[in-house]
């Protein structure tokens, strides 16, 4: 199919732009190799793209485009739908808006959600202007709505994008409440109908539940789900209602398009607001059922991202989040979804840093998507990826000196010129409505940087403003990471006792921690037990203090946390050399040094040696033997300087654990490098397959016409030709003549020639049909023709191709019903032939006797 368009600017002057390519519209170029796969459907257009005009009418050309275009898009390649819609647009035909069809409006609604997820804001935008001033009923005037909310939402401006998404959703009868005390009490009244909806069912009866053919249901559920997203980051009332409206929605008049989507955002705010974790997990799986049952792949991105990100966090594993984002990434790619695919690089730049993955890798990542989010122009997700950047420099910068007291990380952290007024300005404008969902990450991450490098005051700040930031209560790890930070750094030593938090406070702190640790040990036992242990040293419960930091040590090891695991030590080794202690210390301090080296944060490290020359020295030495060969046998303790028989004992056990614990982390090391390298394996042996399937195509384009288009012998001599596949005239040519020269050698009386599964069948193609079936009716075979469309048909009788000649059947069935009736009607006369030649010879024979 050729697109085939004229100038977009004769036709749409209010579109028209200024950058340069097709006429109209900028030439789109793919945001990088991987990203948007076209190969599909180059594959399904060999011969590429041309702009040449073709003797159709206009409308008939812009309706062939917006086909080929949704065809492209469905197949993962919106560049090149993009491409087919605009050449849609510029083949309209004057007044094409006020002609009263709907292909205008598709088209330039296609080629607007086109240029959203190449990142050409500007030329959406300009689409979507000529979809408002020409939009003629309320729900050509939701869809341009609601792909608009998606463009504010890009830019950043979320209260624009929750107004507009309301004015719209009123078009339709499904109003938004109003803001105050009306919208939480309409928000806690639409989630009580959703409890008890799905209170009222099996919830994997909601895979049964009808479908609507309600266009106005189906339009308000994909503008609920277009807002979702903003009302979260600025409204938490409102994105409750919201959520529950989906799912009241989708019960009361059956599921639209987008209801698997509602069903996932009731999960999220069942595990953010109501704290029903189990429940939350269960709703969401259903959810992902019924999104791949009704074939909706596009929302498999966002599906994916708020089960991994919100839910699947407080019940599995992290690494079962991370698996969660690889694959919304992927679906994300493939269907062009730019904004649930940018945050999905955040959320997963986030669980690698919380996990303690080594920073060199993570911030290698976190440039990969920073490259891929400026291409989308997602501004949220960008700011948000410029922060997780940051914060790993500050970590693995050797330069950079850590904070001291007092002092925030702008001032003493970022040593370069005017950085702390660059700070002060970044601040200022994050504070701002469009950019307040970044500050919660900014500070978050700025509390931990602060932490670490011993800044209390400046991490309590920070965890005041990020907790400021978490609208609604803790809905990812991230609101979780604020809560155990605070906790942490209320109960430092270093902080000033005017500052000092009272206990009731800090009790409501470690209560949540302890109600996820029970919830999900794997994720934040450690945590907790940490907690613990700081607040058994600040009451003076020094036995209890050593048994919970042992046991925090312990857990966050044994669920791959490695930089809970630094920090535990860390923090274990000030206590002990607080209470005296410096040998056991010492141990502590080693595996402290180690976890950081395997964190990567060389910053971290270089304050250790600053700080405590007379600890990290060891340290750096049992790191390179934990790391040498010989150091698999427990190295022989070294006795205390100081202190008594009991304390001596503690070094001794400890400083044997410790070796035996480096041992095995060595062993964890190769274990991890058997795995890095059964990854690349298992990735070469995929491209070897790509490479395999591509060899095969290919084969199957080259190999001769006899294997390409097998001829198949049906009943005596009944002879099937099958033509499938691409049909080019050259290729049909030369099937047809072997078919021919096959059917003279076995004499075939009736030939098949079935095109069901032929692409297209063009002129040439028909008339090589045609030449091939007078050839073979010389032979005396009857040809007979299966497959072919009544509007194919049609389509080559204006050509100027007699098809009377040969016979036509809609199908191969019918077909071979008529060459088997054809052929039992042919042996039925010659049976009759014979029997009347018997018949006559017989008479013959008893004239003869009678003559005698």
Known sequence: MKLLCKSANERHPSARGSQPGIEGRPRREHLDEARFDAARFDAAHPAGFSFEPAPRAPAELAAMNLAEGRKARASGAPPAAADFFEAGISALPDGSFKLGNDLAFALHAEAAECAHVGGQIERAESLLDVLDAEARSDLERARAHELRVAVLVTRGRLDDALRLGASALAILGVPLPDEGPARKAAADAEVAAARAALGARRLRDLLDEPETTDARTRAALRLL????????????????????????????????????????????????????????????????????????????????????????????????????????????????????LSQTCVHTSLVRFGLGDECEVVRAEVDRHLALVKDTREELALAALTSVRRALDDLVDTTRTAPAPHATRAAHVREAPGSAVEDAARDEERAAPPHGAVARVEHALRQQICFLFEDHEGALRMGSLAEASSKGGAGDLLATEVYFYTCLTLLSPALSRGRQVITASLSSYRDRLAAWAERCPDNFRHKHLLVRAESARAAGEELAAMKLYDQAIASAKTNGFVRDEALANELCAKFHLASGRETIAQVYMTDAYEGYLRWGATAKVGQLSRKYPHLVPRAAQSARRARSPESERPASPEPPRGGSDGAAAVHVANATVAAEVARLDAALCDTRARLAAELAARQLVEQE?????????????????????????????????????????????????????????????????????????????????????????????????TGIRPDAERALGELGIDLSAVVTRGTLQSGLAYALELAGGARQRRGGARQRRRVARQRQRVACQHRR
């Open 225 to 340: 789900m277009a807002l979702t997203l903003p009302a979260a980051l600025v409204n938490p009332p409102l994105c409750m209602f919201i959520a529950a409206r989906q799912v009241n929605l989708s019960l009361e008049r059956g599921h639209g398009g987008a209801s698997p989507y509602g069903y996932m955002a009731y999960a999220w705010i069942a595990a953010r607001m109501l704290h029903r974790y189990d429940e939350a997990y269960e709703l969401g799986e259903i959810a992902l059922e019924l999104c791949a049952r009704s074939g909706q792949h596009e929302l498999s991105c966002r599906m994916r991202l708020l089960l991994g990100a919100h839910i699947s966090v407080f019940t599995k594993h992290l690494l079962s989040s991370l698996d969660l984002f690889a694959e919304a990434y992927d679906a994300g790619l493939r269907t062009g979804d730019p904004t649930y």
């Open 689 to 785: 397959r790509a490479a395999l399937e591509e060899q095969l195509r290919r084969m199957q384009r080259e190999r001769p016409p006899e294997l390409s288009a097998p001829l198949i012998p049906i009943a005596g001599r009944i002879l099937a030709m099958p033509l499938a596949g691409e049909m080019v005239p050259a290729r049909v040519a030369e099937v047809l003549d072997s078919t021919v020269a096959s059917a003279a050698e076995r004499r075939a009386k009736i030939v098949l020639f079935d095109v069901t599964s032929a692409r297209c069948v063009e002129a040439g193609v028909a008339n090589a049909l045609m030449r091939a079936a007078g050839a073979l009716q010389l032979l005396g075979a009857r040809v007979v023709i």
